[in-house]
């Protein structure tokens, strides 16, 4: 299976900030990186899907990127709504794995 | 308006089963693949099951592989995930979501199934 390993597991920004989580695949995925938001007792929400690709309605604050194995979401100015948990997830392969999450906080 | 309303999860005991559906409405159902992706409380997301448009193919976590079946009928435009021999590992919250090359892209609002004696 492909192991996705995300970093910061946590981290805590303050409104305006830019803010950077990253994801490493354990092998080659190609693009096949999404990322999604998600918010206490609620669904996940995709953010971003084949790495890079910003999904309908969602802010353009919220970028993805790609060097090799490693992928990158960007929050270019942190807004206090995006005080979440995050997740990355490959999709090259079955079974999809996810990482483990990024809890962000807002100061 | 895509909506995934699936049906309400429960409490069982170890040993026993439970079928969860998901009803899709506002898009073209037979068109899209779809998964079931669970939450154990406080931890994070773990993919289940995967079913494409025809049925064919099925792919399942070696978790649940043996145990739960997922199937669809794409005439009532409804997902199902049959759990069975349920054990306190299996305690999560269900979600199905539609597939887009691999992204879920819409979401049902969740299911909460207990293993508990």
């Known amino acids: 299976d492909i192991q996705m390993t995300q970093s910061p597991s946590s981290l805590s920004a303050s409104v305006g900030d830019k803010v950077t989580i990253s994801c490493r695949a354990s092998q080659n995925i190609n693009t096949y990186l999404n990322w999604y938001q998600q918010k206490p007792g609620k669904a996940p929400k995709l953010l971003i899907y084949v790495a890079s690709s910003l999904q309908s309605g969602v802010p353009s604050r919220f970028s993805g990127s790609r060097s090799g194995t490693d992928f990158t979401l960007t929050v270019s100015s942190l807004q206090p709504e995006d005080s979440a948990t995050y997740y990355c997830q490959q999709s090259y392969n079955m079974p999809y794995t996810f990482g483990q999450g990024t809890k962000l906080e807002i100061k | 308006e895509v909506q995934l309303v699936q049906s309400a999860g429960g409490l069982v005991q170890p040993g026993g089963s439970l079928r969860l559906s998901c009803a899709a409405s506002?898009?073209?159902?037979?068109?899209?693949?779809m998964n079931w992706v669970r939450q154990a409380p406080g931890k994070g997301l773990e993919w289940v099951a995967y079913?494409?448009?025809?049925?064919?193919?099925?792919y399942y976590a070696d978790s649940v592989k043996g145990r739960f079946t997922i199937s669809r009928d794409n005439a009532k435009n409804s997902l199902h995930l049959q759990m069975n021999s349920l054990t306190d590992e299996d305690t999560a919250v269900y979600y199905c979501?539609?597939?887009?090359?691999?992204?879920?892209?819409?979401w049902g609002q969740g299911s909460l199934v207990t293993v508990s004696s």
């Open positions: 506002g898009f073209t159902f037979n068109s899209f693949s």
């Open positions: 979501a539609t597939d887009i090359t691999g992204a879920g892209q819409h």
């Open positions: 079913i494409s448009s025809s049925s064919s193919p099925i």
